[in-house]
């Protein structure tokens, strides 16, 4: 059920990302619009729209979520392999998933400063200081 669900929400996810997809769904819009005088803009007229907008739409959020989970896992995945496979890459930041939102703010702040000083004072061999203390379970920054 898994993988029928994932091949469904991948096919669906690049249909729907398409540009037939948006003139399509345009098309509708337009035939829907010039419809409206026919059915005197009436209440049912209305309804058909907000309602099948509103059923895509809810069905649209988790084809959308499962597609984004699974690439954004592939992504750290890969960057986790190309941090293992750096000479002198801290492999302490292949887990930063784990982190609360203050850690990576913080992280980010670091890596910003560092940023700064390196433009401004760049040395060949100029690595980054931030310590990272994965000897602990606890995944707090050290």
Do not use: C
Request: glycine share 6%; no cysteine; hydrophobic share 45%.
């Amino acid at each position: 059920m898994r993988e029928l669900f994932r091949k469904f929400a991948h096919t669906t996810s690049h249909a729907v990302g398409s540009s037939w997809a948006f003139i399509l769904a345009a098309v509708i819009i337009i035939v829907w619009a010039i419809t409206g005088p026919m059915f005197h803009f009436s209440d049912t007229w209305q309804l058909v729209i907000n309602t099948g907008t509103t059923i895509i739409t809810f069905l649209m959020v988790f084809l959308i979520q499962n597609t984004q989970n699974r690439d954004a896992k592939a992504i750290h995945l890969k960057l986790d392999e190309l941090l293992k496979g750096v000479k002198g890459a801290r492999t302490g930041l292949v887990n930063l998933e784990q982190l609360s939102d203050k850690e990576l703010e913080n992280l980010q702040k670091e890596f910003e400063r560092l940023h700064e000083r390196v433009n401004h004072e760049h040395k060949p061999g100029d690595e980054p200081q931030i310590a990272l203390n994965r000897a602990s379970e606890s995944g707090k920054l050290a």
